[in-house]
């Protein structure tokens, strides 16, 4: 099983109107994707996580959470998926926020349980490192919660103070030695030491309202894009210095790392995803989508990406192509998502 930390094809000969065209299109995605497979989907708007068939997109299967579960994230043996229970449909959005954990079992495809974190609410960043601890990080509180054996726990065994005033999304080495913090209210990138709250959380002011973080394959870079302003940065890891800034084309919202270490951003306001150079951030190549792309999924060392768009859609996306081969309807607002 694979983590996966959004169309020229199908949809792209549609929306030109050659409607003759879609069931090859159809074909020539089954037959590009892999063996039989499952898709794990967080539906935030449906509450729940829906299991689709690869790469028919056929639903299989469904688990109802709560209001507006956000982020996912699973074991290395494919047992447990972790869903942080964010309870409102965004930041700027009244209410308290849920203050859950659910604990799903892949196997059975059941909830297993249910972790209390009250009074801490607003969960949302979800990440495991290569010791199989979990990280969850509570936006209202701006406080890092750490599962050593998430399968049996009950409650934290580690709770980091981030010191940030809207904590929404982070990303963690693999050690577990450090982890990375996008403080989207304040501006800054806020860089923790798990294992020691003593540690004086390192800050870096970016720009207006930093979210997607990225750290490259040999964890000395660490990718920044400060959403509304549009700017994706690239920031010394271990100081948090700045290296490299390039513009991106309006509103961007996620980056994720290719294998080979170039970039893969999406660009709602420009409904694209675009390609970077590691090194100058420089643009390399442009993918237009027919929705924005507000999840971005892709497998440890795959070039098959699942993006989540905003119309419903899973978009699959070869990366080796740079081509839309296929996609299927999904349930409201889906989002992160685990490949079975």
Do not use: C
Not at 243 to 266: F, H, K, N, W, Y
């Amino acid at each position: 099983m694979s983590l996966i930390d959004r169309r020229q094809g199908l949809w792209g000969l549609a929306a030109l109107g050659a409607a003759a065209a879609v069931p090859l299109a159809w074909r020539r995605a089954q037959a590009a994707a892999p063996g039989p497979a499952t898709l794990a989907v967080v539906e935030k708007g449906a509450g729940r996580v829906a299991f689709y068939s690869l790469p028919d997109g056929r639903r299989t299967d469904m688990i109802a959470l709560g209001p507006q579960p956000h982020e996912m994230v699973a074991d290395s043996a494919g047992r447990f998926a972790y869903v942080g229970g964010y309870g409102v449909k965004g930041w700027q959005f009244g209410g308290e926020g849920g203050h859950q954990l659910w604990v799903i079992d892949l196997t059975t495809r059941k909830l297993a349980r249910t972790i209390d974190l009250s009074p801490h609410r607003r969960w949302h960043g979800m990440r495991m490192d290569a010791k199989g601890r979990l990280y969850a990080l509570s936006e209202t509180d701006s406080l890092l919660a750490r599962f050593d054996q998430p399968a049996t726990a009950t409650s934290p065994d580690r709770m980091i103070p981030v010191g940030g005033a809207r904590s929404h999304y982070f990303v963690v080495k693999a050690d577990g030695t450090r982890a990375y913090v996008a403080d989207t209210m304040s501006g800054m990138v806020i860089m923790v030491d798990p294992d020691d709250a003593s540690f004086a959380p390192v800050k870096q002011h970016i720009g207006t309202a930093p979210e997607g973080l990225a750290l490259s394959p040999d964890e000395r870079t660490l990718y920044v894009i400060d959403r509304p302003a549009g700017v994706l940065h690239a920031l010394d890891a271990i100081t948090l210095r700045p290296r490299a800034r390039t513009t991106l084309r309006g509103e961007a919202v996620r980056v994720i790392v290719q294998p080979d270490g170039r970039l893969i951003v999406s660009n709602p306001a420009d409904k694209s995803l675009t390609r970077h150079s590691p090194a100058t951030l420089k643009e390399e190549a442009r993918l237009p989508l027919p929705a924005a792309a507000p999840g971005l999924n892709l497998p440890a060392g795959g070039s098959i990406l699942y993006a989540a768009l905003e119309d419903d859609r899973i978009a699959i996306v070869d990366l080796a192509t740079w081509r839309i081969v296929g996609g299927f309807a999904t349930g409201d607002a889906p989002d992160t998502a685990v490949l079975l």
